[in-house]
């Protein structure tokens, strides 16, 4: 086991007869071209290896001469069995491919690798410009695997039946969606109420996703280690709209009152439940999380710093004139 936790998956020198047995899902974005010849390439990569590459069936690929690699591949359907005995999923794409493959990855127990084709893509673990080094660390078995808390949503209506569940890597997004009003709610921890509000809806999001649609609605920044739960009140028209970072064992609720208007829960932008007035959203740890493949080992600040290109220099000027003098002073410190 890996120091914080991480289990490794590391090797020496490994022969295509070695990988016989070893499967990746392939999950690339394909609406931009230089996405495909990335996928194409990876594919040939692992394929010479000796790895089997499926491609997830969904996938508009145009398959031309330029792409023998993809369109030698045999397709899976989307579902929860698209990620049956593989070794992990390969993502090519931004977050949005990243937490589409994530839920059948889930479904398996199967880690998710990331590769960034998009903009930001907090998800992504590697950037396009490093494919080649990536994908050769994943045959080698030469990265660690960790664990991402998600949430676990269930929506229940006046009459306490289920409306439906569902589950977040990310958050989720209680919206609504009359624009001419607004959604009255009550939150509620651990079943005890903390205030009420108009709004026009409540972000409930895990560490991980504190970078994603609750950054921009306000909310702070969470580490992806720690095991935690943020609300934040989107727009709400009320004196104590502060965000709330509770306990990992907590229950989150929110209640819409019966007067208000209609609204909806989205999780990570892809999966929606209803949440009509009178009804009930609880948020929850999740029960099983979503495990991610880790190729850099560098701290969470420094890819935060890197992924927001966030002013490390002061008005002043830069704070670290030299690079190798505050790598240095770095390493001094964490020696003691």
């Not at 943020?230 to 609720?253: D, G, R």
Request: hydrophobic share 40%; with cysteine; glycine share 8%.
């Amino acid at each position: 086991m890996a120091a914080d936790g991480a289990q490794d998956h590391v090797g020496g020198e490994v022969t295509s007869a070695d990988n016989s047995d070893r499967i990746v899902l392939l999950v690339p974005h394909t609406r931009r071209e230089g996405n495909i010849a990335s996928a194409n390439r990876a594919t040939e990569l692992l394929l010479e290896a000796g790895l089997t590459v499926r491609l997830l069936g969904d996938r508009d690929v145009p398959f031309t001469d330029n792409y023998p690699a993809l369109a030698s591949l045999d397709t899976v359907d989307p579902g929860p069995e698209a990620a049956k005995d593989c070794e992990l999923v390969l993502v090519l794409g931004g977050d949005g491919t990243f937490l589409g493959a994530a839920g059948m990855a889930r479904e398996q127990d199967v880690p998710v690798l990331g590769i960034n084709l998009g903009h930001i893509g907090f998800l992504a673990e590697w950037e396009e410009d490093s494919l080649e080094t990536a994908i050769r660390r994943v045959i080698d078995r030469n990265y660690k695997v960790v664990d991402r808390m998600t949430i676990d949503i269930t929506v229940h209506d006046s009459n306490n039946d289920l409306v439906g569940e569902s589950w977040a890597l990310n958050e989720a997004s209680l919206e609504n969606i009359d624009r001419s009003g607004v959604l009255d709610a009550i939150l509620e921890v651990d079943f005890r109420p903390v205030s009420s509000f108009g709004c026009d809806g409540v972000l409930i999001s895990t560490p991980t996703g504190s970078t994603a649609y609750a950054f921009s609605a306000g909310g702070p920044i969470l580490w992806p280690e720690l095991d935690a739960i943020l609300v934040v009140p989107n727009n709400a028209h009320a004196l104590f709209t502060t965000p709330l970072v509770v306990a990992p064992e907590s229950t989150v609720a929110v209640e819409s009152l019966i007067t208000t208007t209609y609204g909806k829960v989205v999780a990570d932008g892809i999966r929606q439940l209803d949440m009509p007035p009178g009804s009930r959203l609880e948020v929850v740890h999740g029960h099983r999380p979503v495990r991610l493949v880790r190729l850099d080992d560098s701290p969470f600040t420094d890819r935060l710093v890197r992924k927001l290109h966030l002013p490390v220099n002061g008005w002043r000027g830069p704070v670290v004139k030299d690079d190798n003098s505050y790598s240095d002073s770095v390493t001094r410190r964490e020696a003691h």
